[in-house]
Each structure stands twice: as structure tokens, then as C-alpha cells.
């Protein structure tokens, strides 16, 4: 194994992870000495006692990211590229490890938390790190000749970042990686659900070389840790990933104190066209990756499936087979673990008897799997209609929903009839019907014969309640930096 601190320090046992609060590169307890427990979701077992942190930690945390802005503003592009470069690898490094701890604190394989979510982040991280000495203004021509106009751009301070349990690694790194190499400080909150990984990276942060301040990681709630952030005076900009109603209010808080800037990635109940023409086998792998992905616990799950009636029963039966091969556990090459606590797991349980109630048929699923773990079986329903609960509201979990259309124009209509606009897809051989109908859609991502690629060069947000901004890609710059108009006359010789 690489010779690195995470491996030195922890291992597999429980009560040995990162407990405390990371505050100006080092770990402490929180000022209440109040803890709260983070669970196994696969065997049901408390696997640490964590710091829980309040208002006051959060204080002392801003005060020690913005301290470090005044320097870490200045640190050059080529640098920020190095310590970003430097932290991708102490990460890739410590992968086995972060992913066995991801496994059990979040519920997801292994396999899957190695392979996907920290690969990703690792490539995130990357493709900041060749951002950060490339961020430039303009010159700009003025009716004044004799003069010259410029646009800098410049980090917009301290960052208040609040992040979901579904992805832990994954969303750390997708606020990380923009708001570090644009210069940017930050304070970060993880969901106290998974609170374990997070911790972890902050050590490699300081392994890597930040700062003192440059990276705050505290464990907490969101009414009083959050909820401070996002109310902070002196935290310039709160990026937020996490649900439209929890969305709603940061931005109260944002209002109701400096009018910090905001950025918001949401809730979806997003929408995947199946026209008459797709090639069924495809098809099928589109949306069963897309809505069983990562249990169902995705934001931008494919939970509405609208078929062409011509081709429905033939897709149904297809997708029926496809979900009998899921494999269920959280070990190497498993594909679907519990859901993340008891809570999301009788949520979950909760919309599918509601399904059955409103005349939904369960084809299959609907139930628990096991007798130990938060797992439930993949489920599909079929003659589901628009105003039945599990067609309108986030189920976020194993739960596929299979709906009939007539006409292209008709699955339009219904795939946009929903406040939430985070992505959709369609399926199609013939690519100007598919172009046709991505258009017309009311989504921020259209995936077009694939769902659910998060490649680090392409943005990621939503249109109407599904949030504010683009995270990922070049966009992802534009919420971390402010731009200043300088002006200044020459001489006319």
C-alpha cells in the first residue's frame, strides 16, 4: 500500500475514523463537545461518534477561511494548479481505502465507490488544476479612444459549501475543485449522514500543502450548522447541493443577511422519452442505468419513463429482465447497496405502498431485501399516471416508473409539466427526431441514447426548481469569480 497518512492512521474498525472537526488544518473537537452517531446503512451498526458542530464552529471556521483569503487570493495560478494536481494523487493513492469507508458510511459497492464516484472526483480535480493559471478578462474597445478598458476576474472570497449524502466524494470535489483554483476559501459542510470520507480528504489537503484556512471541513445539521453558513455575514457565496426545499430557504437566508451570492444544484423528477424507433436493447440500459444508478439516490434520476405505446409491453418486459440481474450488496462488483439510513429507506417504502394504493402495478419489488441493511428490492410500476405521487414527487430510490405516450408532442407536454428541470433523455435512432425533442425539453442536460455521463468538461444544473447555476466545465468558474472593470487613460501621441 502507498505510504501515505490516511493509511498510517486509520483502519477498518469502528470508532477509528476522522471524528472531529477540521478547522485551519488541524482537527478539533467542536466547541459544545455535542457528537452525533454516523451508521453503517448495510448492517445497521453505528460505525463513529461524530463532532457535531454549531454556530460557534462555525464562526471560528470563517474566521479562519477568511484570514487565509487574504494570502490565498494572491498565490499564483501555476500554484493552486500544483497543490490541486498534488491533492488529485494523494487521493488516487488512498482510493482502496476511501472507498471502503465511502461503502460503509454511505451504503454504495465498494467497487462502485472506487471506480466511479472517486475516479470521477479525481478527474474533477484535474481538470480544475488546468483551469487555474487559465482564468482571464478582457480587453475592450470604448468610443473613448484615448483611453483603455479591462475585465479581471477575481475570487469572490470565502465560500460557504454545503454538500449531500448521496455522492460525498463526488460533490466535495465539484465545489473544490472551481473554488480552489479560482482562489477562493472556503467552509464546508458535509450531510450527517456521511460525514466520514470528507474528513479523510481534508487530511490529504494538508498533506497535499494548503494552507492553514484555505479548506474548513465541518460535520453537522442542517439547522444550525447550515443554517449558519448559509446566514453568515462574512461567507460571500454559499454553493449548495441538496433538496428544492432546503434550496428555498438558503436563499431566504442569503436575503436576509448580505445577499451572499448563491448557486443551487436541486432536486429532479426527471423525464426519459422512449420513442418507436429506439433500439429497445439500448434503450432499456439507458434507463436502467439511469434511474438504478447509485440505488435510485440521484438527482437526476430517469423516474419518469415515457414509452411509445406501440413498443410499451415489449420495453416493460425488457426492463423486468434487466432489473431481475441487479445484485445487491456493497461488495466488489455488486450493483446496488441499501439506502443511506432508516430514514430515506422508509421514505422509499413510503412511495411505493402509495404507488399501490393510487392503482400502479408493481411488476416487480416493493419490497424489503434481506433481514439486515436498509435494502430494498429493485422495483418497477407500470399504469402509472401523471397524478399519482411516485409520477410527481422525488422518490430518490430503486423505484422505476413506466408511463405510456401516443405522440411525440403529447410526451413533451408531459415530460415538462413538473417544476423541476434538472435533465431528461430520449431515446431514438433517428437523431434529428432525438435533436427535435431535446429542444423542446426543460431540462439543463438532455443525454441522447445514454443517461448519467459526468464527464468534469460538461456543466451541470437545471432549469425552474432545480436550481440556480452550472457546476462542472468551464461554467463552474463563473460562480466562484467576480469581475472587475478597470479603466485608465493613455497618452495621445
Known sequence: ??????????????????????????????????????????????????????????????????????TWRDVSGTERRDLLLKLASLIEDNQQLLAEWESKDNGKPVSIARDIDIALGIKHLRYFAGWADKIQGKTIPTENVNSVAMTIREPVGVVGCIIPWNFPIVMMMWKLGPLLATG??????????????????????????????????LSGYGPDCGNAIASHPDVDKVAFTGSSAVGHEIVKASGASNLKRVTLELGGKSPLIICEDADLDQAVEVAHIGLFLNHGQCCCASSRILIDAKIHDAF??????????????????????????????????????????????????????????YYIEPTIFTQVTDDMK????????????????????????????????????????????????????????????????????????????????????????????????????????
Open 1 to 70: 500500500l502507498p505510504d501515505t497518512s490516511l493509511y498510517n492512521t486509520m483502519s477498518l474498525k469502528p470508532g477509528s475514523a476522522y471524528t472531529q472537526l477540521f478547522i485551519n488544518n488541524e482537527f478539533v473537537d467542536s466547541k459544545s463537545g455535542d457528537t452525533f452517531d454516523t451508521v453503517d446503512p448495510s448492517t445497521e451498526e453505528v460505525l463513529a461518534s461524530m463532532s457535531r458542530a454549531n454556530k460557534e464552529d462555525v464562526d471560528i471556521a470563517v474566521k479562519a477561511a477568511t484570514n487565509a483569503f487574504i
Open 184 to 217: 477562493c476559501t472556503t467552509v464546508l459542510k458535509t450531510s450527517e449522514k456521511t460525514p466520514i470520507t470528507a474528513l479523510m480528504i481534508a487530511q490529504l489537503i494538508k498533506e497535499a500543502g494548503f494552507p492553514p484556512g484555505v479548506v474548513n471541513v
Open 316 to 373: 416493460v418486459q425488457k426492463c423486468i429482465e434487466r432489473a431481475k440481474k441487479q445484485k445487491l450488496g456493497t461488495g466488489e462488483g455488486m450493483d446496488q447497496g441499501p439506502q443511506v439510513d432508516k430514514i430515506q429507506y422508509d421514505k422509499v417504502m413510503n412511495y411505493i405502498e402509495s404507488g399501490k394504493k393510487e392503482g400502479a402495478v408493481c411488476e416487480i419489488g416493493g419490497k424489503r431485501w434481506g433481514d439486515k441493511g
Open 390 to 493: 411516485i409520477a410527481k414527487e422525488e422518490i430518490f430510490g430503486p423505484v422505476m416508473q413506466l408511463m405510456k405516450f401516443d405522440t411525440v408532442e403529447e410526451a413533451i407536454l408531459r415530460a415538462n409539466t413538473s417544476h423541476y428541470g434538472l435533465a431528461a433523455g430520449v431515446c431514438s435512432t433517428n437523431i434529428a427526431v432525438a435533436m427535435g425533442i431535446a429542444k423542446r425539453l426543460r431540462a439543463g442536460t438532455v443525454w441522447i441514447n445514454m443517461y448519467d455521463d459526468f464527464d468534469a468538461a460538461i456543466p451541470f444544473g437545471g432549469y425552474k426548481e432545480s436550481g440556480w447555476g452550472r457546476e462542472k466545465g468551464e461554467y463552474a468558474l463563473d460562480n466562484f469569480t467576480e469581475v472587475k472593470c478597470i479603466q485608465f487613460p493613455i497618452n495621445n501621441y
